[in-house]
Structure formats: C-alpha cells, structure tokens
C-alpha cells in the first residue's frame, strides 16, 4: 500500500485522538514505527492491521473510522490540498459525481505512482446514482461515503448515502441526491491564496 495511505491514517488518529493513542494503534498493530512515509510503499497487511487497530483505540466500527478518515481527508486544514483537487471536479455536486470516475488519474498526475480505487458512477435518474469503487483492499467504499457526505456539504447539497456492502473486489455507494442545491456551499476559488 502506498505510504500516503498509511500516512492519512496516522494523520487522522493523531490529529482527531492525540500522539498518545496513535502510539497506541501503532502498538496494537505491531509496526515498527510510528512515523510512515508519504513516498515508501508498506506491505497492504499493515494497513489492514493499523485500522484494525484503531477501530479498537477509537472504540468504534470499522466502517465508522473508515468513514471518520474520508470526512478528515477532505475537512483538515492539514490536508486542504486534497479537497482542492476533488472541487476540480465540478461546479456543483452533480458534475462532482460525474467527474469521480476520472479520480484516479487525476490523483496520479500529482503522485504518479499511488493506485487509487476505480470508480464508476452510473446514474439512474436526476436523483439517484451509485459509485462502484473497485479495489484488492476493501473499505474504500466507507471513505468515500465520508468523502461525499463533506463534498455534498461543500457544494451545499443535500444527499442521502448507504454503503451496499462489497462483492470480490467491489463495494457500491447509493447516492440520492435529496436537493442541488439546499444551501450555500463554502466558498472555493481556483487559486489557492498565500499565507
């Protein structure tokens, strides 16, 4: 797995429950470090073992810290870039959707080599879609929801998400999207502004 996995995962523990409990997940899962590398690649057991184990530290479901992680990602003042790339995908929440399939490779274009889930979106009406996120390591599905609950925020809509649960390698989101535009979105401009 790629480090930025394993990095976001520390990330999240660290900045949501303290140093403290991620020396915790850290120990509970036996890695040797409590420190990963963004750009090193770990072997997809550790990754599965760290949120095990932090669904343990946490005290709550997998899926739950899974979901917790895909609203950090997009929400952190730390990891701010991320959420800038996904606005890249639309002016409102449904050209958002339609713009998941092309994810993965926009992701790439910023690190070449990290494997993102596939995605594909199929749209069943104006109101309602479902993603299919097709990866070796399941879970993805939850952090998307976490993802799209805080996009559909962003944009201001209103959407209702439930995890279909997974088959092989392939986890499905239903999405309806309740209202476009229920509210204001928060405020995104192209240009990121100097500090």
Known sequence: MHGLINRAIQ???RDSYGQPRW???CRLADVETTDFEAMLHYEDSVTEDLIKAA?????????TVLEDIGTY?????????????????????????HSLDDLPERARLAVDDLILPSME????????????????QLGFGHVMIGILRTMADDYGALVFLEHKGAEQ?????DITL??????????????????
């Open 11 to 13: 990330c999240f523990v």
């Open 23 to 25: 020396v915790e997940v």
């Open 55 to 63: 669904s343990e530290v946490i005290g709550a479901p997998l899926e």
């Open 73 to 97: 990602l997009v929400t952190h003042p730390n990891v701010e870039a991320l959420r800038r790339l996904l606005r890249f995908g639309g002016v409102d929440f449904v050209d958002f959707l």
């Open 121 to 136: 979106l199929r749209e069943h009406s104006s109101e309602c879609y479902s993603l299919t996120c097709r990866h070796p």
């Open 169 to 173: 390698d392939a986890e499905v989101v």
């Open 178 to 195: 309740v209202v476009n535009a229920f509210a204001s979105g928060r405020e995104f401009e192209l240009g990121a502004r100097a500090q």
